[in-house]
């Protein structure tokens, strides 16, 4: 049934003048002869503008009309809610279907289950019981061989701490460095020491290290028996041991060719041999020595110092060496660049 208040555009109550302008406006913009392209849809619309405008302008039709309008509204109402409901109660069945289903396949798999936890329990009790069998057997075994296997154990480490001692007492040498001057710098570890807390150790991790020079006909010239040294520069060698307090300080001196103590091992720490003298560190100052021993330019102020060269040497006076902080001394220890560097 068709709706003439939607056809006209207005609203069911109303006034019939409404009505009337709503008519006009709408025949007129739908006449055929207004577009002749589209000329049977005019036509038909134009025919159902005049049905609607017909029946709503005259007040008995209008009357009658909007009774069968109600009714044909009120069924298509009805008939909408009754199938709403019919689409609800066959969506709430299919979910009930489909919760048993689910239901039954998780009781299903919940059987499945339990019945592979027992069949696993099952059998980790039967291999349970199987390795404590192995294991009572194999204690058995071992309870006949463990007094064999002590005895063999300690024959083993009595023949192997024996072999070790009369290897290390017939190497020479563990390591040996690049020649420098025809003697080549010569390490070897302790097999037996005591350590700086007076402690007795083994040597088989080689961190405690004794240090002498060979020649190049592998004869130790000068004997393993420092505890760090240095390549040899202009003739001499620095070394180091440690003192006799029990602190145990490493101080550092200088060797000639044949190992004689040219310079004492006074010195905290030491730069090689160059152009004629070598930086030393004495109570945290630094100076230099000749080939003597003798303090050329004594520990007094300088904080860092570099080697000499071609008659100068590059020092500074501060703790964190910066370019700058440098100025350049002499062999007498006159400064001779850079002096702006001092006591700044």
Not at 150 to 163: R, T
Request: proline fraction near 1%.
């Amino acid at each position: 049934m068709k709706n003439y208040y939607d056809v006209l555009g207005v609203d069911r109550d109303a006034p019939t003048e409404e009505i009337r302008i709503a008519y006009k406006i709408l025949v007129k913009k739908f006449h055929p002869d207004v577009n002749l392209e589209q000329r049977d849809f005019f036509e038909k619309k134009s025919k159902e503008l005049n049905e609607a405008h017909e029946t709503l302008s005259n007040p008995s039709k209008r009357e009658q009309y909007d009774i069968r309008l109600n009714d044909f509204l009120n069924n298509r109402n009805d008939n909408y809610q009754n199938t709403q409901k019919e689409e609800q109660n066959r969506k709430q069945e299919d979910e009930n279907l489909k919760n048993q289903q689910e239901k039954a396949k998780q009781a299903q798999k919940e059987r499945e289950e339990q019945e592979e936890f027992e069949q696993k329990e099952r059998e980790e009790k039967r291999k349970e019981k199987e390795f404590e069998e192995n294991r009572a057997k194999e204690h058995k075994r071992q309870n006949k061989n463990v007094l064999y296997g002590f005895l063999s154990l300690i024959l083993i480490v009595a023949l192997s701490f024996g072999g070790y001692i009369l290897y290390r007492y017939n190497v020479k040498y563990d390591k040996a460095y690049s020649f420098y001057q025809d003697l080549a710098r010569v390490e070897k570890h302790r097999t037996f020491y005591f350590n700086d807390y007076g402690n007795f150790e083994f040597g088989f991790d080689g961190r405690d290290k004794m240090y002498g020079f060979v020649d190049r006909n592998d004869n130790i010239v000068i004997r393993i028996m420092y505890d760090d040294a240095r390549d040899f520069s202009e003739g001499l060698a620095a070394v180091q041991v440690k003192d006799n307090s029990i602190f145990k300080k490493e101080k550092w001196g200088f060797i000639d060719k044949t190992g004689n103590m040219v310079v004492p091992t006074e010195y905290e720490s030491v730069h090689n041999f160059s152009d004629g003298l070598a930086g030393v560190e004495c109570g945290s100052k630094w100076g230099f020595v000749d080939k003597t021993g003798k303090q050329v330019i004594g520990c007094s102020s300088y904080k860092g110092v570099n080697n000499f060269k071609d008659g100068y040497a590059w020092v500074t006076q501060k703790d964190v060496y910066k370019n700058e902080d440098y100025f350049l001394i002499d062999k007498q220890g006159y400064c001779i660049k850079n002096c702006g560097a001092i006591n700044k």
